[in-house]
């Protein structure tokens, strides 16, 4: 079993920055697709970015690209979400997911283990 948990949401002024962590326990996380979620009020949740095990393959929303770097390190068997240019419209529940898979996962169905998510507001 996986036990994931989100860190470092806050409150930001537009145009600021966050970042994101998520910490895993157990075993085999350098196993694991990881992948950052987040959820709006009375909204779906939405994929955000992806990341291979090693590390070396990311994938993004097409809303985020350029402004967010998803980033992980197996030794502490931590992922992060680097957000830069925040906006209003990123004020959402950011949500960590996780499975042993060796191909970037986008959609939620396809994660095995979730985090209990972390709060991000930014203010106009």
């Known amino acids: 079993q996986v036990q994931l948990v989100e860190s470092g949401g806050g409150l930001v002024q537009a145009g600021g920055s966050l970042r994101l962590s998520c910490a895993a326990s157990g075993r085999s996380f350098s196993t694991y697709t990881m992948g950052w979620f987040r959820q709006a009020p009375g909204k779906e949740r939405e994929f955000v970015a992806t990341?291979?095990?090693?590390?070396?393959?990311?994938y993004y929303a097409d809303s985020v690209k350029g402004r967010f770097t998803i980033s992980r390190d197996n030794a502490k068997k931590t992922a992060y979400l680097q957000m830069n240019s925040l906006k209003p419209e990123d004020t959402a529940v950011y949500y960590c997911?996780?499975?042993?898979?060796?191909?970037?996962?986008?959609?939620?169905?396809?994660?095995?283990?979730w985090g209990q998510g972390t709060q991000v507001t930014v203010s106009s």
């Open positions: 990341i291979n095990w090693s590390g070396g393959n990311t």
């Open positions: 997911a996780a499975r042993p898979s060796i191909v970037l996962l986008t959609t939620a169905g396809e994660y095995t283990y």
